[in-house]
């Protein structure tokens, strides 16, 4: 009998009324702001600094994935049933998920199999309108740029040649990349533009970092999208718009509410990707789940070189925040794929490709310890995983001192998750995590650029091209050089070459561009050709899918 498709199974599920959620989380229901039967908005004043820091907080990270990933969401959802389990109230806080990669390649970020969160369809389709919200507030500050540049009377001198503010998308959509705006009679002036998925907008990085509505609105003002003609730099706030985009934010600041297959609490908000932003929820999210459970569980994006290090480095330091354990999400099929199984061969067992392999999982684990976290391995468990390759990655992580624990959760809910979360209880409560960033953030931005390179992704040296070096001079001229950095770079490898597989060693890492999140409160390298507008498959995930006339859909993943 063939196992039940995602979709099949959140259909299945006993899903109950948000009240029932909110209520085990001792949430009032005069809290609630109810977005239909099983989702609702919560008020940012449930944050209580004395309960969260009472609270603690897992990180669930992963190896360098595959790219269908290695089940991080299933693995943090599954995660939080299994604590429930064991009698320890815990809540998901998550990321929601972008329409791009629903509609492309990756399909959804709900988890998988009997590991969710649900309204499934719901979550990955618009869910409470945060995303919309974000991606209009973007655009009214585009909007605000061009009136600016084409008015006669109003004009703050911005020259058109230096505005680096893009217009957002929730889509897919490689032809929007680069664009001609203001084409046509009385239609503004003409000049080159171009699109970002919705996710890579600075807006989604201000909302995912902002404590409160007040600090949410100076962020908004402190975004840098140009220069005048004079050469002094151009922020938000002189276009005098940052109230109006922070109305159209008024709802989006506020967490949802949802829950797992199991009945228990997740909390999901923001959504940036992990190799072109942050890659984490909202600050927020996590501080008003860690002020209403013992456990929270939270992930980020990719791999331990990309989401975790971002998480450590630019969130927990900006919010306070200490992870007291983590979890390092494996496959063995993303470990053959690192010894150099060919793609047809992925999913046959072979040892010797799992043993040469074995060194990525090595260096993310390492990664993690590096910030003072001790780490619990999950080897999330598929079919086809041979008992002898199982055993070899439990034994090889023993002898790093880090337990390797076979996580069920796809395949049997929470009851396949009590092992992983009795290790990750453990730890957690053994007080011998000690969180430590990896950087000062008073030392300069090659210095922080240099220690990442070298240290978490295992690279040599790093060049900084001649463009580069320029509007990085910018930068520290116009005061950004003591803030933290977010790599931009390929998540298919600890390098910036999709090509160097397992754990590449010695390699030069090439910084081409800068960017600048003032807002967010970070300066961006750009490696590789990271884009921030990716494009559809050659097949999408959209041909696949379909509603009928009761509003039954099927094929969504």
């Avoid at 360098?64 to 064991?86: F, H, M, R, W």
């Avoid at 990321?95 to 199999?113: D, N, T």
């Avoid at 230096?162 to 929007?176: A, E, F, G, H």
Wanted: a negative charge; hydrophobic letters at 45%.
């Amino acid at each position: 009998m063939a196992f039940p498709t995602d979709l099949e199974i959140a259909h299945g599920a006993d899903i109950q009324h948000i009240k029932k959620i909110a209520d085990y989380l001792k949430i009032p229901e005069d809290d609630l702001e109810f977005y239909g039967r099983y989702k609702a908005k919560l008020p940012l004043t449930l944050i209580n600094k004395e309960k969260q820091d009472k609270a603690k907080l897992i990180l669930v990270t992963a190896i360098t994935p595959t790219p269908a990933g290695e089940g991080k969401t299933t693995t943090s959802i599954g995660l939080v049933d299994g604590l429930n389990k064991i009698d320890k109230r815990a809540t998901a806080v998550l990321r929601e998920p972008s329409l791009g990669p629903v509609f492309g390649i990756k399909g959804g970020a709900a988890g998988g199999g009997y590991a969710q969160v649900i309204p499934m369809e719901d979550i990955n389709l618009h869910f409470t309108g945060d995303f919309n919200a974000i991606e209009k507030a973007n655009n009214l500050l585009s909007a605000a740029i061009d009136n600016n540049i084409q008015s006669r009377t109003k004009s703050i001198g911005i020259n058109p040649s230096t505005v680096v503010w893009k217009r957002v998308m929730d889509m897919n959509d490689r032809s929007l990349r680069e664009v001609i705006v203001g084409v046509g009679d009385k239609n503004g002036v003409v000049r080159q533009d171009g699109f970002n998925i919705t996710p890579a907008s600075e807006i989604m990085a201000i909302l995912c970092l902002a404590e409160n509505f007040s600090d949410l609105k100076e962020r908004l003002g402190n975004i840098y999208i140009a220069d005048k003609f004079d050469g002094t730099p151009v922020f938000a706030r002189d276009l005098k718009v940052v109230g109006a985009m922070a109305i159209l934010l008024k709802d989006a600041i506020k967490p949802n509410l949802v829950q797992t297959l199991e009945g228990n609490p997740a909390i999901i908000h923001g959504g940036p990707f992990a190799s072109i932003a942050q890659g984490t929820n909202t600050v927020i999210a996590t501080k008003m789940g860690m002020s209403l459970s013992e456990y929270v569980v939270t992930e980020a994006g990719f791999g331990a070189d990309l989401g975790a290090e971002k998480f450590l480095d630019i969130k927990c330091v900006s919010a306070g925040l200490a992870p007291d354990a983590a979890v390092v999400v494996a496959t063995i099929r993303a470990l053959r794929h690192h010894g150099g199984a060919a793609k047809n061969d992925l999913q046959t067992p072979d040892l010797d490709k799992l043993k040469a392999g074995f060194p990525n999982l090595q260096k993310h684990i390492e990664n993690v310890q590096k910030f003072g976290i001790k780490p619990v391995v999950a080897i999330n468990l598929f079919p086809n995983d041979s008992e002898e390759e199982l055993q070899y990655v439990i034994d090889a992580c023993a002898d790093m001192g880090v337990k390797a624990i076979i996580a069920e959760g796809f395949a049997k809910g929470g009851d396949g998750m009590t092992d992983l979360a009795k290790a990750v209880v453990e730890v957690a409560e053994s007080g011998e995590s000690n969180f430590k960033p990896l950087y000062d953030h008073a030392i300069s931005i090659e210095e922080k650029i240099d220690i990442i390179a070298k240290e978490i992704y295992g690279a040599g040296e790093v060049i900084i091209l001649p463009k580069a070096k320029r509007i990085l001079k910018g930068l520290v001229k116009n005061g950004f050089g003591k803030l933290p950095v977010c790599m931009v770079k390929t998540p298919k490898s600890l390098s910036d070459d999709d090509a160097k597989l397992g754990r590449p060693e010695g390699f030069p890492i090439t910084v081409r561009d800068f960017e600048i999140a003032a807002g967010a409160g970070f300066v961006i390298p750009m490696l590789g050709d990271a884009m921030r507008m990716p494009g559809l498959p050659a097949t999408p995930a959209a041909e696949g899918m379909d509603i009928d006339d009761n509003g039954v859909i099927t094929g969504l993943s």
